[in-house]
């Protein structure tokens, strides 16, 4: 291929994309033009982008561009090195997911609609001898969800397929013989569903949150008998203009803006240089398509994992260590965190150690104040929370590099100041008899006691052996029992000065 001249290789891109065309539509197709380029690549984008939102109401205009530029990618699939998934995903049904896969049936190359379908259909169409097909896999929360059952084979495909030469080795039984064969993975891939996909899914995706229609958004009915036409007109352009531009993309090396690099480099680049080579206001549209949905796509759920780190670093706040108990108390307090009840228990000490084992993070003896417990360091936690959180453009702990900060959770994370406000509800957990659980400190008696047991005023759990109530006096709150390792909580919610630490009387 490095021989050929690009006429060349734009003559033969154009015979598979009349072939395809022809394929795709059994009652005839438009032919493309002749001899390249049969418009202004900028106008024939604005077309595409215009048929698009005449049936699908997308949630920002970022998305729209981003959906325009990957159906342009599909016609021009043999010059990329990786091409990127497109997954519309959206908390319930009726929100337009099927929808842009139907419409984009119409504008792409040799469109496979995927529902249901076998590994061996999935894989025999991809390497069919016509060329890598653009597969619309509709309803993929089956594939992954927690229904999901003996599809391996097809999360293979998909998490496998985005690379160029990829392929999947089978055995064929022939007579009594058995041979391998391999099948080309390589494709185009569009997908829809209900709720998130896989990481190794998702990293590779352009991610479009699909949202139901206000009731103030309009769009038109859409019926394939009748804007098929005018779908596969555009598409056999787009096949005409990706044939005439093959040589200029494959050589391309977008320039990509800051922030946008590692994955999410390979997901955008193809599209950038499709927006280069149309020209007009396209490259400056997709520059600010592609860092809009990165910086949203970084707000999806994250793994149970990395949502126990970032709360670690909501809880720790300036301590510099604490203790198991003291961790799970807070992160049992976290607004809509998941800790409270995992899978119908909250986690427990022999959780918190097993999750955080994966991290090379273990328990061990720390001092806090005068008492020796078991817990964790921030010293400990500070490599992973630099490796796997987000960085913010706070100065570090260490002064040389970004502060990292669980941005990605927004409002979903309740400061530490405001725990206080939950423990009458972990007052009542730990201690299902209380007459009287503890709320504000406030409207309590700050030498509050269960039956003659001595109760913290902080999180309303009695003393044991690791972790006994003692008496702190403080300038504004007066003398109060409390667990050692609920001191700085209760500072934080404005009791004042820590004066004196006595023995529990």
């Given at each position: 291929?490095?021989?050929?001249?690009?006429?060349?290789?734009?003559?033969?891109?154009?015979?598979?994309?009349?072939?395809?065309?022809?394929?795709?539509?059994?009652?005839?197709?438009?032919?493309?033009?002749?001899?390249?380029?049969?418009?202004?690549?900028?106008?024939?984008?604005?077309?595409?982008?215009?048929?698009?939102?005449?049936?699908?109401?997308?949630?920002?205009?970022?998305?729209?561009?981003?959906?325009?530029?990957?159906?342009?990618?599909?016609?021009?699939?043999?010059?990329?090195?990786?091409?990127?998934?497109?997954?519309?995903?959206?908390?319930?049904?009726?929100?337009?997911?099927?929808?842009?896969?139907?419409?984009?049936?119409?504008?792409?190359?040799?469109?496979?609609?995927?529902?249901?379908v076998t590994p061996a259909y999935l894989f025999r169409k991809v390497g069919g001898e016509?060329?890598?097909?653009?597969?619309?896999?509709?309803?993929?929360?089956?594939?992954?969800?927690?229904?999901?059952?003996?599809?391996?084979?097809?999360?293979?495909?998909?998490?496998?397929?985005?690379?160029?030469?990829?392929?999947?080795?089978?055995?064929?039984?022939?007579?009594?013989?058995?041979?391998?064969?391999?099948?080309?993975?390589?494709?185009?891939?569009?997908?829809?569903?209900?709720?998130?996909?896989?990481?190794?899914?998702?990293?590779?995706?352009?991610?479009?949150?699909?949202?139901?229609?206000?009731?103030?958004?309009?769009?038109?009915?859409?019926?394939?008998?009748?804007?098929?036409?005018?779908?596969?007109?555009?598409?056999?352009?787009?096949?005409?203009?990706?044939?005439?531009?093959?040589?200029?993309?494959?050589?391309?090396?977008?320039?990509?803006?800051?922030?946008?690099?590692?994955?999410?480099?390979?997901?955008?680049?193809?599209?950038?240089?499709?927006?280069?080579?149309?020209?007009?206001?396209?490259?400056?549209?997709?520059?600010?398509?592609?860092?809009?949905?990165?910086?949203?796509?970084?707000?999806?759920?994250?793994?149970?994992?990395?949502?126990?780190?970032?709360?670690?670093?909501?809880?720790?706040?300036?301590?510099?260590?604490?203790?198991?108990?003291?961790?799970?108390?807070?992160?049992?307090?976290?607004?809509?965190?998941?800790?409270?009840?995992?899978?119908?228990?909250?986690?427990?000490?022999?959780?918190?150690?097993?999750?955080?084992?994966?991290?090379?993070?273990?328990?061990?003896?720390?001092?806090?104040?005068?008492?020796?417990?078991?817990?964790?360091?921030?010293?400990?936690?500070?490599?992973?929370?630099?490796?796997?959180?987000?960085?913010?453009?706070?100065?570090?702990?260490?002064?040389?590099?970004?502060?990292?900060?669980?941005?990605?959770?927004?409002?979903?994370?309740?400061?530490?100041?405001?725990?206080?406000?939950?423990?009458?509800?972990?007052?009542?957990?730990?201690?299902?008899?209380?007459?009287?659980?503890?709320?504000?400190?406030?409207?309590?008696?700050?030498?509050?006691?269960?039956?003659?047991?001595?109760?913290?005023?902080?999180?309303?759990?009695?003393?044991?052996?690791?972790?006994?109530?003692?008496?702190?006096?403080?300038?504004?709150?007066?003398?109060?029992?409390?667990?050692?390792?609920?001191?700085?909580?209760?500072?934080?919610?404005?009791?004042?000065?820590?004066?004196?630490?006595?023995?529990?009387?």
């Amino acid at each position: 291929m490095a021989n050929k001249t690009a006429e060349q290789i734009a003559k033969e891109a154009l015979e598979r994309a009349k072939k395809k065309a022809a394929r795709n539509d059994k009652r005839g197709t438009v032919e493309p033009q002749q001899g390249g380029v049969p418009c202004d690549g900028a106008e024939l984008l604005r077309d595409v982008h215009a048929f698009l939102g005449r049936f699908v109401a997308y949630p920002s205009a970022h998305a729209h561009v981003a959906h325009t530029l990957w159906i342009a990618h599909c016609h021009l699939m043999e010059a990329w090195d990786s091409t990127p998934r497109i997954a519309f995903l959206s908390p319930e049904p009726g929100s337009g997911k099927t929808r842009a896969l139907e419409v984009s049936e119409l504008l792409v190359p040799y469109p496979v609609e995927a529902v249901n379908v076998t590994p061996a259909y999935l894989f025999r169409k991809v390497g069919g001898e016509d060329g890598p097909p653009t597969i619309l896999y509709d309803e993929i929360d089956t594939v992954f969800g927690p229904k999901a059952k003996d599809n391996e084979e097809i999360r293979g495909l998909l998490n496998a397929g985005h690379r160029r030469g990829a392929v999947a080795g089978r055995c064929v039984v022939r007579g009594k013989t058995v041979e391998t064969e391999e099948i080309p993975a390589y494709s185009a891939v569009a997908l829809a569903g209900i709720g998130w996909l896989p990481e190794t899914l998702l990293s590779r995706s352009v991610i479009i949150r699909m949202r139901r229609r206000a009731a103030g958004e309009k769009v038109e009915p859409f019926r394939r008998r009748i804007h098929a036409p005018a779908g596969h007109g555009l598409r056999d352009k787009l096949a005409a203009w990706a044939a005439g531009n093959l040589g200029r993309v494959t050589d391309a090396w977008p320039a990509l803006p800051p922030g946008i690099e590692d994955r999410n480099a390979d997901v955008w680049e193809a599209l950038l240089a499709v927006a280069d080579a149309a020209g007009g206001d396209w490259p400056t549209q997709a520059r600010s398509a592609a860092v809009a949905l990165v910086v949203m796509a970084k707000e999806a759920e994250p793994s149970l994992g990395v949502r126990l780190l970032a709360d670690l670093h909501t809880v720790f706040a300036d301590a510099e260590a604490m203790s198991s108990a003291a961790i799970l108390t807070a992160l049992h307090l976290l607004d809509e965190a998941p800790w409270g009840d995992l899978h119908g228990r909250p986690l427990n000490n022999h959780g918190l150690a097993v999750r955080l084992r994966a991290y090379g993070i273990k328990p061990k003896q720390v001092r806090l104040g005068d008492v020796t417990l078991k817990g964790y360091a921030r010293a400990d936690l500070y490599d992973a929370w630099q490796r796997y959180l987000p960085a913010s453009p706070a100065k570090s702990e260490t002064g040389e590099t970004n502060e990292t900060t669980p941005g990605f959770q927004g409002g979903n994370v309740c400061p530490v100041s405001d725990l206080g406000e939950k423990v009458s509800d972990l007052g009542a957990a730990r201690n299902p008899d209380l007459s009287r659980p503890v709320s504000v400190v406030s409207l309590v008696s700050p030498l509050l006691d269960h039956g003659g047991v001595p109760v913290c005023a902080q999180c309303g759990g009695t003393a044991d052996k690791r972790d006994a109530t003692r008496l702190y006096s403080f300038a504004d709150a007066g003398t109060v029992r409390l667990h050692a390792a609920c001191v700085r909580f209760y500072r934080q919610r404005g009791a004042g000065v820590l004066l004196a630490t006595r023995k529990q009387g």
